[in-house]
């Protein structure tokens, strides 16, 4: 059983920042991808910004400039630092992992850190 814990939501104002992370705990051999995905009321999860376990980083359009995310592997930790934000940053960000385990491969979601960026 994995487990990701995100901290670091809360409200900001637009121009100002937050960083966000997510910890797993658990049974992990080893974590392949992770990544921060952005909820909104009434539309699906989105990938905001990914990193492959080789540190290569992928983001979407909307946030490259402002954000970066990175990976501490020995502690299993993913942090999105967002910067210029934007009330349109604003929703739900959840972390995923893929984690590999004995015989095993699946991915692994945090329960979501609200963001809220007002103007």
């Known amino acids: 059983q994995v487990q990701l814990v995100e901290s670091g939501g809360g409200l900001a104002q637009a121009g100002g920042s937050l960083r966000l992370s997510c910890a797993a705990s658990?049974?992990?051999?080893?974590?392949?991808?992770m990544g921060w995905y952005r909820q909104v009321p009434g539309k699906q999860r989105v990938p905001i910004a990914t990193?492959?376990?080789?540190?290569?980083?992928n983001y979407a359009d909307s946030v490259k400039g402002r954000f970066t995310i990175s990976r501490d592997n020995a502690k299993n930790t993913v942090y999105l630092q967002m910067n210029s934000l934007r009330p349109e940053d604003t929703g739900v960000y959840y972390c995923?992992?893929?984690?590999?385990?004995?015989?095993?491969?699946?991915?692994?979601w945090g329960q979501g850190t609200q963001v809220t960026v007002s103007s």
């Open positions: 995923n992992m893929e984690i590999l385990g004995i015989g095993l491969r699946y991915p692994a």
């Open positions: 990193i492959t376990s080789g540190g290569s980083t």
């Open positions: 658990g049974s992990i051999f080893s974590i392949n991808a």
